[in-house]
């Protein structure tokens, strides 16, 4: 069998290729280059592309004219560092104690933060999850309402590495039953879940990083309402309110607006489940009982997203590496530990065994998946994965 026709990327939780339209930009474009603070021609030209990134924003997520901010920064490692020492710095000087609630199968961004902040004389809580990825809504509103002081729940409504979707209905549960501020790690929404442009204002962030949807990489947005108590970490020459200072990355900014307006236009969202679940389903066939589709009963997952454990030491980087042969680009689990050979910790956090947890596959499709494309994939898997089964 000829198994490389063209490659296929299904890596796109760890990033997505550019869009149509920011390529098309980048070749044809001409440059704006004035610094956007610039009073004249050039520096106003700049402006113009972050202003109408700024107005599309606000039209795309529906944001309110009043008491909501946007701010654009260097992709959401940045923001969710800067809002949560921002916060803690914030309760600090009211002397008050921050507390931090997040979840163990949250991004490493908001995971690390729980080791700083007890230097900074504040306090991070870890909040656990089940088998299904899912958390227990009224044990994290009684942990929340254990604790004196400024409080902020991180909340991730899509998880990066299982695909499971925490509907944000749940955070507005904990928003009304406690005095917790709420941010939304949103960066694994666009495209990938139906309701991607309907954020709920009753939360008070929502963090999007621009490389996940097609725009430029090192840039990201963050909505923000006005009440939430912060002193932001990137001090300087005042740029966005003093929200983020620094000279803003005008085309980053200009290609979140091109690559959303492309998705938006474009989204699919019947057709992305309909090829993931044939390749899920192609996939649960050819595993039989050596492996299984992680978070397969959790109540809401998104529509781009398989995650595979094995039961049996598979080596995975030489699966990835015999698949990515065979033309196909898939990921061990978070982008971040690619190459090295670690047990998953989101996976272990929800109960699997340290074995599943080292011998998973992630695979995660882009919003143009087609028929093609799943068939491709399909005998791709079907000729390299019996050669990894406990049974070759
Ligand atoms: N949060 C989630 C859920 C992610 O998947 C990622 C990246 O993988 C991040 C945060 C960090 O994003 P960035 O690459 O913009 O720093």
């Known amino acids: 069998m000829k198994l490389i026709n063209r490659r296929l990327y299904f890596d796109y939780n760890a990033t997505a ?146 695909g499971v979707v925490w509907p944000l209905e749940w955070a507005i549960k904990v928003k009304q039953a406690t005095d917790c501020f709420v941010h939304v790690d949103s960066v694994q929404a666009p495209g990938k879940i139906v309701s991607w442009a309907s954020p709920s204002y009753e939360l008070d962030s929502y963090t999007f990083s621009a490389h996940k949807f097609g725009a430029l990489k090192g840039v990201g947005f963050t909505i923000l309402s006005q009440n939430l108590p912060w002193i932001p970490m990137q001090m300087g020459g005042g740029q966005q309110k003093g929200l983020r200072a620094g000279t803003e990355n005008t085309q980053g900014i200009y290609s979140i607006k091109l690559a959303l307006e492309e998705l938006h236009s474009t989204f699919a969202p019947q057709t992305i489940k309909t090829q993931k679940d044939a390749l899920e389903l192609a996939l649960e066939k050819m595993l039989g009982a050596e492996g299984q589709i992680t978070a397969k009963k959790a109540s809401h997952r998104n529509l781009n997203t398989i995650n595979i454990t094995f039961n049996h030491d598979i080596k995975g980087e030489l699966l990835i590496a015999a698949l990515d042969l065979a033309g196909l680009a898939v990921s061990s689990g978070p982008a971040c530990s690619m190459g090295v050979s670690v047990a998953s910790r989101v996976l272990l956090e929800m109960g699997l065994s340290e074995r599943m947890a080292k011998n998973s596959l992630r695979i995660s499709l882009g919003p143009k998946i087609t028929e093609e494309d799943i068939a491709q994939a399909r005998d791709i898997f079907s000729v390299v994965l019996p050669k990894y089964l406990d049974r070759a």
Request: glycine letters at 6%; aromatic letters at 10%; zero cysteines.
């Open 17 to 162: 290729p550019l869009s149509e339209s920011v390529i098309n930009y980048l070749r044809n474009g001409v440059f704006v280059f004035g610094n956007p603070s610039s009073i004249y021609t050039e520096g106003r030209e700049a402006r113009k592309l972050i202003s109408e990134t700024f107005d599309f924003l606000r039209q795309l997520f529906q944001i309110p004219i009043e008491g909501h901010e946007i701010f654009f920064h260097s992709g959401a490692t940045e923001a969710i560092n800067s809002l949560v020492k921002g916060m803690a710095m914030y309760a600090s000087s009211q002397g008050q104690k921050f507390h931090f609630f997040y979840s163990a199968v949250d991004h490493s961004s908001v995971v690390k933060q729980a080791l700083h902040l007890p230097l900074l004389g504040h306090e991070a809580h870890s909040i656990s999850v089940d088998s299904n990825g899912e958390i227990d809504l009224e044990v994290i509103i009684q942990k929340i309402k254990q604790q004196k002081g400024l409080k902020l729940f991180n909340f991730t409504q899509v998880n990066n590495e299982t």
